[in-house]
């Protein structure tokens, strides 16, 4: 529920955030198993429970895929941030995955359940991500809460983006199980290693969101937010081209790579290119809507054919949860 109210100036106070009583939150790392600084923040927080409790609700802090961690790989049999959605936890089959996420399920869940349920009311799932992302903060478009949190957060720390998932979906990922959840996503990571850097900044990022929690149950009308915060929204994929044989023949090209976020892609322009000196783009954009890539040349999206995603900027009323499309240029103001 929130309580719509007229709000004037670039910033009003958020009063009705209160409404969210917050009794549990999950702090989860090892999702996938070699994105280690996910994996060594939680087991910090697992040894230094102290720095994650307030008073006025419980922590709890996790290892999601603790055989993939063991192994320092991103999974055993199958992808378990592709095992949240409400078919995937339905269909039993025979992979550690789906047995672990339906332990996680248990634990955080009940999936989809509302306001009165013993789902977590917060899950933080801490990734790396091989991309050139910076910090991205990713929820449920619809999950407005979270939102707020991540404008919170941007004004902690302005290098923090925020990026919605796929609209009208179920999502799969380990988050969508609680009431309001969000992929602490950060790169670049390789794969097995960890960035000092993004580690400082993720536990920061962390203690601040539990800082904004214990506000939200003691005191929301200390919280001031602006009144509309930009956001990237997935809008598609682009996939690699592969010959007859299944073999990749392409390549993200050169003016692309590093580019998350921040290369405004407009219609003809270059997605992929061959692996011959001099050969002309083996696929071209064809939109006629501009739009930003991310996940970048993520290495793990090499096995599911995905080069990167495409993105357009959007404006997120924080108090009514409009959502209007940002103008490519200017990208502050709706259109």
């Not at 989809?112 to 910090?135: E, I, K, L, W």
């Not at 670049?188 to 601040?208: E, Y």
Request: glycine share 6%; aromatic share 8%.
């Amino acid at each position: 529920k929130t309580t719509k109210h007229q709000t004037s100036g670039h910033s009003s106070k958020m009063a009705e955030v209160n409404e969210v009583n917050v009794k549990k939150v999950a702090i989860v790392g090892g999702t996938h198993g070699n994105e280690r600084n996910g994996v060594y923040l939680a087991k910090t927080f697992l040894r230094e429970p102290e720095t994650v409790k307030r008073p006025s609700f419980e922590t709890t802090v996790l290892l999601a895929n603790t055989d993939a961690i063991e192994k320092n790989l991103r999974y055993i049999d199958e992808d378990l941030n592709r095992c949240f959605s409400h078919e995937a936890l339905a269909t039993p089959r025979e992979t550690k995955e789906y047995a672990r996420a339906s332990e996680i399920h248990k634990i955080l869940g009940p999936k989809g359940g509302d306001a009165s349920s013993d789902s977590f009311d917060m899950v933080f799932d801490m990734h790396n991500t091989t991309a050139n992302t910076g910090v991205v903060l990713m929820m449920r478009p619809t999950d407005l809460f979270s939102i707020r949190l991540a404008s919170y957060l941007q004004q902690k720390d302005d290098s923090v983006r925020i990026c919605l998932w796929a609209k009208n979906i179920d999502p799969p990922m380990l988050p969508s199980v609680s009431k309001h959840g969000m992929t602490v996503e950060v790169g670049p990571v390789s794969w097995g290693c960890l960035d000092a850097a993004l580690f400082a900044q993720t536990r920061r990022l962390i203690m601040h969101a539990l800082d904004f929690l214990e506000q939200t149950n003691t005191n929301p009308q200390a919280i001031v937010l602006p009144k509309q915060v930009v956001v990237f929204g997935r809008e598609e994929n682009v996939e690699y081209v592969r010959d007859v044989d299944g073999e990749l023949i392409s390549m993200i090209p050169e003016e692309l790579q590093g580019a998350d976020f921040t290369k405004l892609i407009s219609e003809g322009d270059t997605l992929l290119v061959g692996f011959e000196e001099g050969a002309p783009p083996c696929k071209r954009y064809e939109g006629k809507r501009a739009l930003y890539p991310f996940f970048v040349s993520e290495a793990a999206y090499y096995e599911k054919n995905i080069a990167f995603m495409l993105c357009d900027r959007y404006s997120v009323d924080l108090v009514t949860g409009e959502v209007a499309l940002c103008t490519s240029e200017g990208g502050s103001q709706p259109e």
